[in-house]
Nanobody, 115 residues
Framework: QVQLVESGGGLVQPGGSLRLSCAAS????????MGWYRQAPGKQRELVAG???????NYADSVKGRFTISRDNAKDTVYLQMNSLKPEDTAVYYC?????????WGQGTQVTVSS
């Protein structure tokens, strides 16, 4: 059974930084495309960043230059480093893994950017 567990969310002031982590279990992590999504109140869930098994990354335009996705295959973990955070980055952030066309999701972690 595939499990994804996020950590690292919290409250941060505008301009601050946070690093989210997502630990995977129950699958061969290194072969999986991973991603981070977010969902703000009243809005649809959106892709923030994705990373393929070979390390190629892509980002939403709204976070380019501020967020960095990375993965450590030895630890079965994907990270999202978020810098220069803005109030509009406030959302629940979800880890996602795609295996054979099936999407797996973590439970989500709240990120709040506020002064």
């Amino acid at each position: 059974q595939v499990q994804l567990v996020e950590s690292g969310g919290g409250l941060v002031q505008p301009g601050g930084s946070l690093r989210l982590s997502c630990a995977a279990s129950g699958t061969i992590f290194r072969f999986i495309t991973m991603g981070w999504y977010r969902q703000a109140p009243g809005k649809q869930r959106e892709l923030v960043a994705g990373i393929t098994s070979d390390g190629s990354a892509n980002y939403a335009d709204s976070v380019k230059g501020r967020f960095t996705i990375s993965r450590d295959n030895a630890k079965d973990t994907v990270y999202l480093q978020m810098n220069s955070l803005k109030p509009e980055d406030t959302a629940v952030y979800y880890c996602n893994g795609v295996i054979g066309g099936t999407h797996y999701w973590g439970q989500g972690t709240q990120v709040t950017v506020s002064s």
